[in-house]
C-alpha cells in the first residue's frame, strides 16, 4: 500500500527526453575533461593524465582525447586554468575523431557523409529497435548504467528500444569493456549471426580506448580492433543518457 500513496505524492518521474529538454541530460553531468578554449600547450601537461590522453599539437594548442578520458579529474584538479569538467551527456560520436577536442579541422565533410550512410542504413530501425548487450573485459560500471535505461526514469521501452538475449533479434550490439583477447572470438561470432542492418556502439572509454588497463597481455586498445564501429560513447561510465544519446544518434533520431 504505501508505494501507492508514494506514486500519488511523487507523480511521473519518468524523463520526457529527448521530446523535451532535461536538465539533467543537458547540463548535469560531469564525467569527461576538456580543455579550456584557447588553452596553450606546455610541456608536461600530458603526464597528468594516467591514460595519454592529453597531447599538444604543431598549432601549440592542447588537445584531449575524450575517447581515453576516464574522468579521474586529475586535470581538472592539477590545471584549472587550462582544464575543466565537460557538461552534459551529448557524448556520442559517428567517428572515432570527433571525440577529440578541440575538433581536429577539415573533419567536417567525412563526419557529414558517415552520418548520412548510417542515417540511410538504420531507416527501418526507427520506430522499434533490439539491443543485446555484449561484454568484451568490461569492469561492470557501465552494465550499472545500462541496467538503469529500464528503470522508471529512463523506462527506454516508451522510445520502442528494448533489449533482447539473442543476437538473431538485434538490430544494436552495444558491446563494454576493454576487448580480451578471450572475447575476440566469441565478439566475431555473435557480429556473424546478427542480421543486418546492423549498429555497433562501443560503450565506455574502456569500449573506445581501453581505457586504463590497455595496451595489455589481456586487451586490446578498445573494440574497435576487433570489429567495426559506427558510434562511439566515451565515460568511465557513460550516464544513462549518454548512452540514450549513443542509441537515438545511431537509429537517426537525434539531429
Ligand atoms: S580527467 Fe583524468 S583521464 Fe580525463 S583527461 Fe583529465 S587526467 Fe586524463
Known sequence: ???????????????????????????????????????????????????????????????????????????????PDTFAWQHGSRQSRVDRAGLIVPEVPGTDEELARLRA????????????????????????SEEWEILALLNPVYDVHRLGIFFTASPRHADILLVTGAGTHGMAAPLARTLEGTPRP????????????????????????????LVPVDVWVPGSPPSPFALLHAILLATGRLR
Open 117 to 140: 550512410e548510417l542515417g540511410q542504413r538504420t531507416k527501418a530501425l526507427r520506430r522499434s529497435v533490439h539491443i543485446r548487450h555484449v561484454d568484451a573485459g568490461s569492469d561492470g
Open 1 to 79: 500500500m504505501p508505494w501507492i500513496f508514494r506514486g500519488l505524492r511523487d507523480g511521473v518521474l519518468t524523463t520526457r527526453y529527448p521530446r523535451r529538454p532535461d536538465p539533467y541530460a543537458d547540463d548535469g553531468v560531469e564525467s569527461l575533461a576538456r580543455p579550456l578554449p584557447g588553452a596553450e600547450w606546455e610541456p608536461g601537461l600530458d603526464g597528468l593524465c594516467p591514460t595519454g590522453a592529453i597531447t599538444g599539437d604543431a598549432d601549440s594548442m592542447v588537445r584531449l582525447d575524450q575517447g581515453g578520458c576516464v574522468g579521474c579529474g586529475a586535470c581538472v584538479l592539477a590545471r
Open 198 to 225: 546492423l549498429v555497433v556502439i562501443a560503450a565506455g572509454t574502456d569500449a573506445v580506448s581501453g581505457g586504463l588497463v590497455a595496451p595489455s597481455y589481456a586487451t586490446s586498445n578498445g573494440i574497435g580492433s
